[in-house]
């Protein structure tokens, strides 16, 4: 056996700030504890370009990171997802948190192996938007080799109760209440 058969099969899901992710990370913790998978939670971000050296900090005079206050953000999302989606990790279920810079799809398609399960949540769209390419969903199912569960959002008229709106800071178009359905006329 190779290296990447001898070790056990884990659930790995993406989390971003959409509220679809969340749902994704719920389905994940009860299959991770039907299965006794471990779980992999991971949060890409886009890192910051630098053309130039951005120098040292001046009272410690060690590199500035620019990417720190990201992966700061990362972290803290992961734990709000968690605290979100299902309270806490059950008992059982062994977890551990990434945060990694790059491209969403690339990243999670390369940390996602053949025995592997790759979950990631879909938003609620309209039917044209979901025509539209872009989706990380729709590019890992065409990157990875392993088995991707999508795991839609439902519908916002089929929650109960709204979800906290500081839970995704600087996301404008999530977690805002949805407008009434419109009636036809």
């Given at each position: 056996m190779?290296?990447?058969?001898s070790?056990a099969?884990?659930?790995?899901?993406g989390?971003?700030?959409?509220?679809?992710s969340?749902?994704?990370?719920?389905w994940?913790?009860?299959?991770?504890?039907?299965?006794?998978a471990?779980l992999?939670?991971?949060h890409?971000f886009?890192?910051h370009?630098?053309s130039?050296?951005q120098?040292n900090?001046l009272?410690t005079?060690t590199?500035?990171?620019?990417?720190?206050?990201?992966?700061?953000?990362g972290?803290?999302?992961?734990?709000?997802?968690?605290?979100?989606?299902?309270?806490?990790?059950?008992?059982?279920v062994?977890?551990?948190?990434v945060?990694?810079?790059g491209?969403?799809?690339?990243?999670?398609?390369r940390?996602?192996?053949?025995g592997d399960?790759?979950v990631?949540?879909?938003?609620?769209?309209g039917?044209?938007?979901?025509?539209?390419?872009?989706?990380?969903?729709?590019a890992?199912?065409r990157?990875?080799?392993?088995?991707v569960?999508?795991?839609?959002e439902?519908?916002?008229?089929?929650l109960?109760?709204?979800?906290?709106?500081?839970a995704?800071?600087?996301?404008r178009?999530?977690w805002?209440?949805?407008?009434?359905?419109r009636?036809a006329s």
């Open positions: 190779n290296g990447r058969t070790r099969p884990q659930l790995i899901v989390i971003s700030r959409s509220r679809a969340w749902w994704a990370l719920a994940a913790t009860g299959e991770a504890q039907r299965r006794g471990r992999l939670l991971v890409v886009r890192p370009i630098v130039a050296p120098g900090d009272f005079g590199p500035r990171d620019p990417d720190a206050c990201r992966i700061a953000d972290y803290a999302l992961l734990r709000a997802a968690v605290d979100q989606a299902v309270g806490q990790l059950p008992a059982g062994a977890a551990e948190q945060v990694i810079p491209r969403p799809a690339v990243e999670l398609a940390l996602a192996h053949g399960v790759l990631l949540g879909a938003r609620h769209r039917w044209l938007r979901r025509l539209a390419p872009g989706s990380v969903a729709r890992c199912t990157r990875t080799e392993c088995l569960v999508i795991v839609p439902p519908a916002p008229s089929t109960t109760a709204a979800l906290p709106p500081d995704a800071r600087g996301h178009h999530r805002m209440p949805h407008r009434e359905a009636t």
